[in-house]
């Protein structure tokens, strides 16, 4: 699935994202440093139902939100992190295995750890304004 949207539209990506979640929990997405990964996982997090301030996990690596439906949604950034490891103690392994959605960036740094039916979302900037989303389900 491709998406392209302006910023000014990330609101609408987003719930049509939210639409095509269809019981997948574990999303990893990948993107260059600025192309929106946080911004975007905000938006579809509001569109869920989130209403705790969501704010990127770069320092504490795994946030925890909790939707007004009661359901869990963690967001996880595993950019500092440095091996396998320090993902596994980090609580990282626990995430992806709860069975509660999950949002991951920066999944490359840990990537023998995601389960074979993680969908892939990649993020580029077309430019300063306008990005391109693209899905890959399993």
């Known amino acids: 699935m491709e998406l392209t949207f302006g910023l000014d539209e990330i ?66 950034d595993l950019y500092r992190v440095k091996d396998h490891q320090e993902a596994v103690d980090a609580g990282v392994e626990d995430c992806l295995y709860s069975g509660e959605l999950c949002f991951v960036e920066w999944p490359e740094r840990v990537f023998g750890l995601f389960p074979a039916d993680t969908v892939q979302v990649f993020i580029k900037v077309c430019d300063e304004r306008n990005r391109h989303m693209t899905i890959k389900f399993p």
């Open 11 to 76: 609101k609408n990506a987003a719930t049509i994202f939210a639409s095509v979640i269809n019981g997948h929990k574990i999303f990893a997405f990948h993107g260059n440093l600025g192309s929106g990964k946080t911004t975007f996982i905000t938006a579809v997090c509001d569109v869920l139902g989130v209403t705790d301030h969501v704010t990127s996990p770069t320092f504490s690596i795994i946030q925890t939100y909790q939707a007004v439906n009661g359901k869990i949604i963690y967001h996880l």
